[in-house]
């Protein structure tokens, strides 16, 4: 079984910063690409970075140059260092795995985590 969590969310002050974690297990000899969205109250989830399986990263507009997407292959997770957070930062943030490969039992599936809060406060 494929499983994603995230972590490292919290509350923050205007400028502040955080380091959310995406630990994925549950899948041999797949290749990935993950990414990360997020959702705030009332919003439409939005693409915030990605990750593809040959280390090439993707930002959205409104967090280029403040998120950086890191990966440490050992431990199967992915992190984003958030700076210079803005209060329209905060939403849920997920954490998204798309699984693929010729020998990967879950060629070509997507899995979500269930989200950590980011709270960004004046």
């Known amino acids: 079984q494929v499983h994603v969590v995230e972590s490292g969310g919290g509350s923050v002050q205007v400028g502040g910063s955080l380091k959310l974690s995406c630990a994925t297990s549950?899948?041999?000899?797949?290749?990935?690409?993950m990414s990360w969205y997020r959702q705030a109250p009332g919003n439409e989830r939005e693409f915030v970075s990605s990750?593809?399986?040959?280390?090439?990263?993707d930002y959205a507009h409104s967090v280029q140059g403040r998120f950086t997407l890191s990966e440490d292959s050992a431990e199967n997770t992915m992190y984003l260092q958030m700076n210079s957070l803005k209060p329209e930062d905060t939403a849920m943030y997920f954490c998204?795995?798309?699984?693929?490969?010729?020998?990967?039992?879950?060629?070509?599936?997507?899995?979500w985590g269930k989200g950590t809060l980011v709270t960004i406060s004046s």
């Open positions: 549950g899948y041999s000899y797949c290749n990935r690409d």
């Open positions: 998204k795995i798309h699984l693929y490969g010729t020998l990967c039992r879950y060629n070509d599936m997507t899995y």
């Open positions: 990750l593809d399986g040959g280390g090439f990263t």
